[in-house]
């Protein structure tokens, strides 16, 4: 149920999964009984929690996206349990912990916490809306067990207001304890940007059914000269860890890494990357035999996954499929030969590469801790991202911006993300003259593409580039149509327009059981409101 709240004792199992947090002290004078919220540990808290339940999203919006090959959202199919926890934990934990810290710290007049607090609340109420279409908003906390649904427009139309209001709090005074923000450890110029980007997200995902808002506000953010995420290192991302016990790693890196190995990479994504010369897919993919192929056949090169919308069972193949890599998941970086590659691909290359002439050359051993280290990101409003928004814009509402250059320094952003987080994994970063090749061949393709044309590279390149988010990709096809995906080989219901509603909401909730069969099903059919 909705008003079920967490207590503090699960509030510090949730911090101690952060290595950023192991600094914390006791605060109360008698630390079983806290005689008021200490907004320096529920801040993290609020952080952990949205990042946890997050991911549960994030998994759907991969599969239906095509980054990944398995799961029932990989075929379109949902049921009232497959959001239920993310659901559950976004109104029981994440959501009343925000505004508590947003109640106390007005109180206490500590603006920054206040800000944060605003800023994450408008962050994690866009993606429900994007998610859900119509939730729980002016209801969702409080003493009404049984919360109506707000309209997602107008919840829209709030969040605007709120991030203005998180801004106006930061000028009013911003002191943060470093340890106490897991994002930007206390960095006031951050949140900034951070607030810009997400306003910048969300006029661009409203441009169908609100065109004059959408451009307006897009043209005031890059004219005026506002602080928007414009470098790596101001990424609003989520950094995991290497600690096993309690265990701090990507949550892909544990499911991949583990017994399960996961589920099946997608094919359409490992063709995308091959067939266009992209030197990514060695740090997406890894292959645990150069041989295999699909269905498991040894005349393969090691990518073995499966194509969108395969329900086949799985066989005993744990030790053969190929698994997520380096990027985003802090994995293994492939380093292995691959066979088909000639003298024509220069990005995606095999020079430096090991043999790979015995086919259990790449069959790594699994262990408790597992191989790679896990110290992986969750990229949720990032440079890049920012870029392909504004190319986007540039393209499609006249703001003035040059868009082949946005994608440029978009792909360009991306690629030394990923280089990044390889070098810091045990991974091979990636030559400085395979990025700038790659992407002015980016540019060549875009100069000499229709309208048309244009607008699939921007949005296939992103699609490659959410490999690690796929909520947004979600997003992006739901408005654009892009990029184009795979064909399902045995898809079990039509494409999916929104996520199922947690079915404890629907029979719980009074005002929503009368008609709750109708509301349910309506989800995979109505689209959300900026879904024109």
Not at 27 to 56: C, E, G, H, R, W
Not at 62 to 71: I, K, L, P
Not at 111 to 140: H, N, R
Request: with cysteine; proline share 5%.
């Amino acid at each position: 149920m909705m008003r079920k709240k967490i207590k503090l004792s699960a509030l510090l199992v949730l911090l101690f999964l952060a290595s950023s947090c192991n600094d914390f002290v006791d605060i109360n004078n008698d630390p079983n009984n806290p005689t008021k919220p200490t907004l320096s540990l529920l801040l993290p808290a609020t952080q952990m929690s949205l990042v946890s339940y997050f991911n549960t999203v994030n998994g759907g919006g991969s599969a239906v996206m095509q980054h990944f090959a398995s799961g029932a959202l990989n075929r379109w199919n949902q049921t009232g349990t497959s959001f239920s926890t993310a659901w559950s934990g976004f109104y029981t934990a994440t959501i009343p912990d925000i505004e508590t810290v947003i109640r106390e710290g007005t109180t206490q007049e500590a603006w920054g916490y206040v800000a944060i607090a605003k800023l994450e609340k408008a962050y994690l109420y866009s993606i429900m809306v994007d998610l859900w279409g119509d939730v729980p908003y002016s209801q969702a906390v409080g003493e009404n067990p049984n919360p109506g649904l707000d309209k997602g427009a107008e919840i829209y139309t709030s969040l605007f207001s709120l991030i203005d209001e998180a801004l106006a709090d930061m000028d009013k005074s911003f002191t943060i304890a470093a340890g106490s923000d897991i994002f930007y450890q206390g960095s006031k110029a951050n949140w900034q940007r951070m607030a810009n980007s997400l306003k910048l997200k969300m006029y661009n995902q409203i441009r169908l059914t609100d065109p004059v808002k959408a451009e307006a506000g897009i043209k005031a953010l890059i004219s005026t000269g506002v602080l928007l995420v414009s470098d790596n290192a101001q990424d609003f991302s989520f950094q995991y860890g290497t600690n096993v016990t309690p265990n701090a790693r990507h949550p892909w890196y544990v499911s991949w890494y583990g017994s399960g190995r996961g589920g099946y990479v997608s094919m359409p994504l490992v063709n995308n990357l091959k067939d266009n010369d992209d030197p990514r897919l060695r740090y997406y993919i890894f292959r645990q035999n150069a041989n295999v192929g699909l269905a498991n056949s040894m005349n393969g090169e090691g990518y073995y996954g499966r194509e969108p919308g395969d329900g086949a069972a799985s066989p005993a193949d744990a030790n053969t499929r190929a698994l997520i890599g380096i990027y985003p998941a802090g994995g293994l970086y492939d380093n292995g030969t691959i066979k088909t590659l000639t003298a024509a691909n220069i990005y995606l290359n095999n020079t430096g590469a090991v043999s790979t002439s015995t086919s259990n050359s790449f069959k790594i051993p699994l262990s408790t801790s597992g191989d790679g280290t896990g110290a992986g990101i969750l990229p949720l409003i990032t440079n890049s991202m920012v870029k392909f928004i504004r190319a986007e814009a540039a393209l499609t509402m006249g703001t003035g911006e040059d868009a082949a250059q946005l994608l440029a320094d978009a792909v360009t952003a991306h690629l030394n993300s990923v280089s990044t987080l390889a070098g810091k994994n045990k991974g091979t970063t990636m030559p400085a003259a395979t990025i700038t090749g790659f992407v002015n061949r980016i540019k060549t393709q875009f100069a000499a593409a229709s309208d048309a044309g244009k607008m699939e590279l921007v949005m296939t390149q992103k699609w490659i580039s959410l490999f690690g988010n796929g909520v947004e990709s979600y997003n992006d096809y739901r408005r654009t149509g892009l990029p184009r995906l795979g064909d399902l080989v045995s898809p079990l219901d039509v494409y999916p327009l929104r996520f199922y509603y947690s079915e404890t909401e629907l029979t719980s909730n009074e005002s929503l059981i009368p008609d709750r069969e109708r509301i349910q099903r309506a989800q995979q059919t109505t689209p959300v409101f900026w879904d024109k």
